[in-house]
């Protein structure tokens, strides 16, 4: 089997990216490292078009999709006639709201959306940033998104920390946009208000342009923030599974192998980790940002 957690292993103390509390935000970021800083690596690395072949696929199960549905009674989150970024933004403000972000060693066995739901009513009030994309992704999956979840990585191995959000592709305006349901939730547009992914951001944190962040996915606020540092600490480097299903991590699901993840690095980069022989690296934004299948 495909290593299921290759490239989380570059992160040997933050194994499943680790986030705590806002109030305790400032261990994630290195001591004495400034916005600008974080900025300029950016800035001296880009992303390069290549060559590398690789698909993203989302992999439908009507079957879980109504369980799933049913379960969460997805249809009372968002009117019927609402947009697909008017679903994404609904979903994901109902996961922000309703499981906070606990850095806890005590991690479920089963991550899929009805078992994390279920693990933070019976055993434990939260979870981390992956197990909240996690969930999120599969409820939008369910609500008939596409969507993904990204793990977003710093330059410096030494820095033992990730963060993990979702994408969800919009069809209205046919490309990804970025959306976190970890940390009270955030998302991000431009000035106009067009939500950005997460290439977008990266471009706009090289080109010195200002976004809007919308924590707790409300009050935009164009201030630079400690979320808007984070962030760019961690949008140097990404990876994502190649074909996403629901039990997509669940380890006690043995009914079908995981796949191969696909990392874009910039040019010249070195990913660092326990990368899989099988796992894809690209230096190509294009594709890896493009319609998925």
């Known amino acids: 089997m495909v290593g299921i957690f290759a490239i989380i292993g570059v992160l040997a103390v933050s194994l499943y990216c680790y986030l ?20 300029d690596l950016i800035k001296q690395s880009p992303f390069k078009s290549d060559t590398v072949a690789y698909h993203f696929t989302v ?43 606990v850095d806890s ?19 434990d009030s939260g979870f981390n940033c992956r197990m909240h994309a996690i969930l999120n992704y599969e409820l939008m999956q369910a609500a008939g998104l596409t969507a993904r979840f990204m793990t977003c990585l710093p330059q410096d191995k030494n820095d033992n920390d990730c963060h993990v959000v979702n994408e969800v592709w919009l069809p209205e305006l046919g490309k990804w946009a970025f959306i976190d349901s970890d940390m009270d939730g955030h998302y991000c547009t431009d000035k106009s208000g067009t939500p950005l992914n997460l290439l977008e951001m990266r471009e706009k944190y ?43 991590e669940d380890r006690a699901d043995k009914t079908f192998e995981p796949g191969r993840y696909i990392i874009i690095v910039p040019e010249g980069f070195t990913p660092f980790g326990n990368i899989d022989q099988e796992d894809v690296i690209t230096t190509d934004a294009s594709k890896f940002w493009t319609s998925p299948e």
Not at 68 to 76: H, P
């Open 105 to 123: 060693r005590n991690l479920p066995e089963h991550k899929n959306a009805i078992d994390l739901w279920k693990f933070t009513k019976e055993e």
């Open 206 to 248: 090289a080109a010195g342009e200002q976004m809007v962040m919308y924590p707790r996915f409300k009050d935009g606020s164009t201030k630079h923030d400690y979320y808007y540092k984070y962030m760019a600490k961690n949008t140097y480097w990404f990876s994502c599974w190649e074909t996403l299903h629901y039990f997509q």
């Open 59 to 101: 992999v439908r199960d009507s079957v879980r999709t109504q369980e799933i549905r049913d379960y969460f009674k997805l249809d009372t989150l968002y009117s019927p006639d609402a947009t697909t970024w008017e679903k994404a933004v609904a979903i994901s403000k109902f996961v922000a709201t309703s499981i906070p972000h």
């Open 20 to 39: 705590l509390t806002t109030d305790r935000y400032d261990v994630y970021i290195q001591e004495g490292k400034t916005e600008s800083e974080y900025v």
